[in-house]
């Protein structure tokens, strides 16, 4: 049950994430889930020194996610188009 959580929240933070950086007409349901989840772990290890798999689903927790998903977009823009956009 809790994988099925993970892909919800997953796309849901990937999908705000898009929409911040405007990226959303690139991306797919599967992107951003990707997106979502890479992110949690990102900003898991850059906010919290660990993994926010451990943490409960709180509000600090989907903004850790959250500012992790936008981070990976923007690394992932740089990468692509040389600009975070």
Not at 36 to 44: E, K, L, N, R, S
Request: proline share 1%; net charge positive.
């Amino acid at each position: 049950m809790n994988i099925i959580i993970w892909l919800i929240i997953g796309g849901v933070i990937g999908w705000l994430a898009s929409l911040i950086m405007r990226t959303d007409a690139q991306q797919g349901i599967l992107l951003n889930v990707v997106v979502g989840v890479v992110g949690a772990f990102v900003g898991g290890l850059i906010f919290t020194g660990g993994s926010i798999n451990n943490a409960p689903l709180t509000i600090y927790s989907f903004l850790v996610s959250l500012l992790g998903a936008i981070i990976l977009l923007a690394i992932v823009n740089l990468i692509r188009r040389g600009s975070v956009r």
